[in-house]
């Protein structure tokens, strides 16, 4: 049988996740005091409850900070400890360590606010954008002259889109545990995608040079983004704990402390205007996007660009101008996730498309088959697309749901019965891969190899699920000729490979797998160039494949990769090698808000067939059928769960999870029973074929699979839509997201004009 | 208060706090970590254990409701270093991704094959329905029962490379 040993472990529930590490007798464990409100201030804190409450409860406080008490990584506008004023409900004023975790927690509630007063709060970007409160300048994308454009358009409509956020729901929650060590420097093993974003925040927190901060991080159990720039206060807390006290400490959160205080996907508000001629043909699209970045700035000027380089989705549109900007409101700082703020730009384009498709009475497939990306075409970001697989996946995904006859026979359906309406529609997908900072393009790995032949693989790739751990160890394998099961993928740390860069923007296999196979080329050219000098023969004829030295062609059987390893050993032949990769020929003018910010795009499409139950409002889903443009998978089962896996977070953020605020900033949905999660029934049967046309730029002539299969579930919230609008044809278009059955139900009975802003 | 019970075959006898719950009882006292806390309040199905043959979210008993009851944890489900046939089939159909959720997921599907040895696509559904998964979208996880029981539903037919 052909293994994937992580997973091996994890059926057998003997994989170690921040929870299950041993805890000495002498760890602490800690506990959280947060903001009870979206903003106020206070004077100062009460500790002496918590302090009484039992022996050896201490409270860490902002003063207690010996570095810089600052999280963000771009505007500091991020304490990690409040200084006398918070900005959102659930920000952390204290820390309380005790010798339980149920101790800590209790005291902890005793902490009392001293001086407390309610300041006023904003949760609404527009409302925000109103008063003047931006994280940033706001950026603009463009391409022609829309204005202008519009006096050659035959249809041109106009239109709001709401977009909610997302809490990931990472099954592990958010947690770290810090030891001090004897040099005064900290150990801390985080769940985190970044293990040295989280060393410099933790270095910054407490006044140390980086080299006395160890990061290490096994496995995450899910992050989707979320244990980004997210993770680093949770460390850096028990990172302070640790240096105050000279033990161990951990902090790990419940999952309603997890959902109160963690970032999630941004809401969006945003206003749209299209052009086009008679034939279905975009001339001009404008779009506003008003982000909800919440109280810091996080990772949200990082967001906003990608958001304006999906404006167009995967159409060519002659005249854009695409404004996006960042608000700054009393919620929890949003962060990212998956898609990174691409698929709230893709929906905006989406939804004008359906609009327009109305205005013209065709099916809105018309509008999206004529204006696909073409090679060659020019983006509105000044990017020649080149290798595009626009066309040739849409029209593969429309031969594969037979499109016209599914069209013809919903059609019958709904003419047919009144009780039930049937809706299908096509999202096409066009993402770029490269993080939008250049910068965070890069990566390193080392590579051991081991005198009896086995193999150590370190990247600075963190595995969380995605398989990125099993790809690296495949392209080393290959690369180096060393049998699978003799490749180990190390976990990822800090003192092994420096200066890592997040495992995100779905570049985690594309950058650190390219990383060790440099490293992998490194060391086996050593070892051709022996095991030539060994057997008298040219280098050129001599390889490493499958656990064997070749010469000529046939294996050596004396020479297996153990055995020529051996010799190197004995050879005094260096067996580890670093190596870095950058990803080249990426620029970007962020002046000119021109150039190639991506080293290529991934492409495909979906189609998405759904009934609704016209007299509750309820929905299921029907089919998926999926075209997505895989290129040579490294592992398709892999592969394949990634696709289906995003597609699933794609359709729950686009029709089920409701991440609802009250108007006072407090989180409704703040734990499971409350935020509702696709389950095994919600999804539909599920049609995946791979587009296999090999991409050379890559690794293994792979592509990234993470992000883009996630914008395949607003086809769910259009074929919801689209049997809406056979249920009751004269009701509006509403593009306010997610489609919960709740808005169908209002929808259907005509009520929804109250519960939905800007129809 | 003293309980006796018997896990993965073993017996135990320990006193215990009244409030303290199963799933803290097998990780804290019983040291037996690979039954995982997703959320703490019996929604997300990653504390799933068996007991007296009926799957539960330990989450939700109290240890002391367990006295004298007979559990399966993960960790009794392998033998030795030998999958059981639940475990194969998942780890060859990858219905493991980041592993969170996996312990609960064996457990669920161990009760539903102890009751339906061939079960359909939509009784593996109903199985599972208890149990989140963030990773996979479950497909891959309802793939695994089918091609353990050899049915006929299973389409899949991609392995690792």
């Known amino acids: 049988m052909k293994r994937n040993p992580d997973s091996a472990l994890n059926v057998m529930g003997k994989t170690t996740y921040i929870d299950d590490l041993p805890e000495s007798t002498e760890m602490l464990h800690a506990a959280i005091v947060c903001s009870p409100s979206a903003h106020g201030r206070y004077e100062r804190l009460d500790t002496a409850a918590a302090l009484a409450y039992a022996p050896g409860v201490r409270v860490l406080e902002a003063s207690d900070v010996p570095g810089q008490n600052e999280l963000s990584t771009s505007i500091p506008d991020e304490p990690m400890l409040s200084t006398g004023e918070w900005h959102f409900r659930g920000e952390v004023l204290a820390l309380v360590l005790a010798p339980s975790r149920s101790v800590a927690r209790r005291a902890a509630a005793l902490v009392k606010l001293v001086g407390r007063e309610d300041l006023p709060a904003v949760v609404d970007p527009r409302e925000a954008y109103a008063q003047g409160k931006l994280i940033m300048a706001p950026r603009t994308q463009r391409l022609g002259d829309p204005e202008a454009a519009y006096a050659d358009c035959d249809v041109v409509v106009t239109g709001r889109v709401e977009s909610a956020g997302q809490e990931h729901v990472y099954l592990e929650t958010q947690g770290a545990v810090a030891y001090p060590d004897d040099a005064g420097g900290v150990r801390v093993v985080s769940s985190t995608q970044s293990p040295s974003g989280v060393q410099s925040i933790v270095a910054r927190i407490l006044g140390l040079p980086m080299n006395k901060v160890e990061i290490e991080t096994r496995r995450l159990g899910g992050a989707f983004g979320g244990k980004e720039d997210q993770a680093s206060g949770w460390a850096a807390l028990a990172a302070l704990g640790a240096y105050r006290t000279g033990k161990p400490v951990k902090l790990y959160l419940n999952r309603r402390d997890d959902m109160t205080s963690t970032g999630k996907r941004h809401p969006y508000s945003s206003d749209f205007k299209i052009g086009l001629k008679k034939d279905g043909t975009i001339l001009a699209f404008e779009a506003d996007y008003y982000q909800n970045a919440g109280a810091a700035t996080d990772l949200s000027p990082a967001i906003i660009p990608r958001t304006l380089f999906h404006a167009a989705n995967a159409y060519h549109i002659p005249n854009v101008r695409a404004t996006g900007t960042m608000c700054r409101t009393n919620l ?39 204006n696909l990306l073409s090679e060659g075409d020019v983006s509105h970001y000044g990017m020649r697309m080149d290798d595009v697989r626009a ?356 929808f259907l009975t005509g009520d929804l004009g109250a519960a939905v802003k800007g129809l | 208060m003293r309980i006796q019970l018997t896990v993965n075959g073993l017996g135990y006898e320990r006193d215990c706090a009244e409030h303290r719950t199963l799933l803290r009882f097998l990780r804290e006292d019983l040291g037996l970590m690979g039954t995982k806390e997703g959320c703490g309040m019996g929604e997300c199905g990653a504390c799933t254990v068996i007991m007296n043959g009926r799957a539960v979210n330990s989450c939700m008993v109290l240890a002391v409701e367990a006295d004298g009851a007979t559990i399966r944890t993960i960790e009794g489900e392998a033998d030795g270093p030998s999958l059981s ?49 963030r990773c996979t979208g479950y497909t891959q996880i309802v793939e695994a029962v089918l091609d353990l029981t050899g049915s006929p539903e299973k389409k899949g037919e991609l392995e690792h490379v």
């Open chain 1, 332 to 370: 929890v700082p949003f962060t990212a996730f998956r898609g990174f703020g691409g698929p709230q730009g893709v929906f905006v384009i989406e939804c004008a498309i359906e609009k327009a498709a109305r205005a013209l009475g065709v099916d809105p497939v018309k509008i999206q088959r004529k």
């Open chain 2, 85 to 133: 046939d639940i475990q194969k089939a998942f780890e060859r159909n990858h219905a493991v991704q980041c592993g969170f959720c996996t312990a609960g997921m064996v457990m669920s599907v161990k009760e539903l094959l102890s009751e339906h040895p061939k079960p359909s696509a939509d009784q593996v559904k109903e199985a599972i329905e208890g149990n989140f998964c």
């Open chain 1, 391 to 746: 066309t040739d996946t849409f029209s593969r995904c429309m031969d594969k749901a037979k499109w016209t006859e599914l069209r013809a026979g919903i059609a019958a359906y709904n003419a047919a019965n009144a009780a039930t309406k049937r809706g299908a529609a096509a999202i096409p997908i066009c993402f770029g891969i490269s993080f939008t900072k250049i910068m965070l393009n890069q990566g390193g790995a080392l590579v051991h190899v081991y005198s009896d032949g086995s193999v150590s693989v370190s990247t600075g790739a963190v595995e969380m699920g995605q398989g990125v751990g099993r790809k690296i160890a495949v392209v080393s394998s290959r690369t180096l000729g060393a049998p699978i099961d003799s490749v180990r993928v190390e976990s990822t740390r800090t003192t092994t490979v420096a200066n890592t860069v997040a495992t995100a923007a779905s570049s985690g296999a594309d950058i650190n797998a390219m990383a060790a196979q440099v490293a992998c080329i490194e060391i086996k050219k050593r070892l051709v160039a022996l095991a030539a000098k060994l057997r008298g023969a040219a280098p050129e004829a001599v390889d490493l494949r499958d656990g064997y030295v070749t010469v000529g062609g046939v294996a050596d059987g004396e020479l297996s990769f153990a055995a020529i390893v051996a010799k190197a050993f004995e050879n005094r032949v260096d067996l580890s090698a670093h190596a870095f990769y950058a990803t080249p020929g990426l620029h970007y003018d962020m002046k000119a808000e021109f150039g190639t910010p991506f080293y290529y795009h991934v492409y495909g499409c979906a189609v998405v067939t759904a009934t609704l139950d016209v007299i509750r409002g309820s929905y299921r889903f029907d089919d998926a059928i999926i075209v997505h443009d895989i290129a040579e998978s490294i592992d398709p089962l892999v592969d394949m769960g990634q696709v289906e896996g995003a597609f699933a977070q794609g359709l729950g953020w686009a029709c089920l999870e409701e991440l609802k605020f009250d108007d006072a900033g407090r989180l409704l949905a703040d734990t499971l029973s409350t935020y509702k999660l696709p389950d095994a029934h919600f999804m539909p049967r599920m049609d995946v074929e791979f587009f296999t046309k090999p991409n050379p730029k890559v690794v293994a002539n792979s592509k990234a699979v993470g992000e883009p299969p996630f914008i395949y579930g607003l086809a769910g919230y259009f074929a919801v839509l689209d049997a809406l609008k056979a249920a009751r044809p004269e009701g509006p278009s509403f593009h306010d997201l997610p489609m919960t059955p709740e808005k169908a139900m209002l």
